[in-house]
């Protein structure tokens, strides 16, 4: 793998599809769970703890698959798919810095939420901020701060998002 800082959407369906990091690693899920359309910036000595940052881009049109159910007439984006992608971003910067095993969702200590995604949005906007990598047999988890932006107004804040790679 060639470690970039950005990455294009058919790179990111390189890495759903187990091309980007190798068999038996890290993927990112396939559309249309698959929650970014780019990966914009991605660094291991950046970001608020300087352990790692990685930002990423959804193009908010009005007829994705989940508008229609979520809710009939009043349709809003379920705040699980915005954490979810925060997750999925974890994981991926865990694959991208060399962490070998396939990638689990382990949880979150705290979540909140100020606003929502709307189909009148242009972009949802991920930023992702690792905060440690803790190492053990057989296994890396990360540990990282995020934050969505709808547009550019901040709306879901997580902590302590948690994912591991697996041998």
């Not at 369906?13 to 780019?38: T, Y």
């Not at 396939?102 to 949005?121: I, P, Y």
Request: glycine share 10%; with cysteine.
């Amino acid at each position: 793998m060639i470690k970039k800082n950005s990455y294009k959407y058919e790179e990111l369906i390189d890495c759903a599809n187990g091309k980007l990091f190798g068999p038996g690693n890290a993927k990112l899920p396939s559309p249309p769970m698959l929650m970014f359309d780019r990966i914009t910036n991605i660094h291991d000595k950046e970001g608020k703890f300087n352990r790692g940052v990685i930002e990423a881009e959804l193009d908010i049109k009005e007829k994705m698959w989940f508008f229609d159910c979520h809710f009939k007439d009043d349709p809003v984006m379920p705040g699980c798919l915005g954490l979810d992608a925060m997750w999925q971003l974890v994981g991926f910067y865990l694959g991208w810095v060399g962490e070998p095993g396939k990638g689990r969702a382990l949880g979150v200590n705290f979540v909140k939420f100020t606003g929502e995604v709307l189909t009148n949005n242009k972009t949802a906007r991920y930023q992702v901020h690792m905060k440690r990598l803790i190492k053990r047999k057989g296994a890396v988890v990360g540990l990282a701060d995020g934050i969505l932006y709808a547009d550019d107004k901040p709306i879901y804040e997580a902590e302590n998002l948690k994912v591991g790679l697996y041998k």
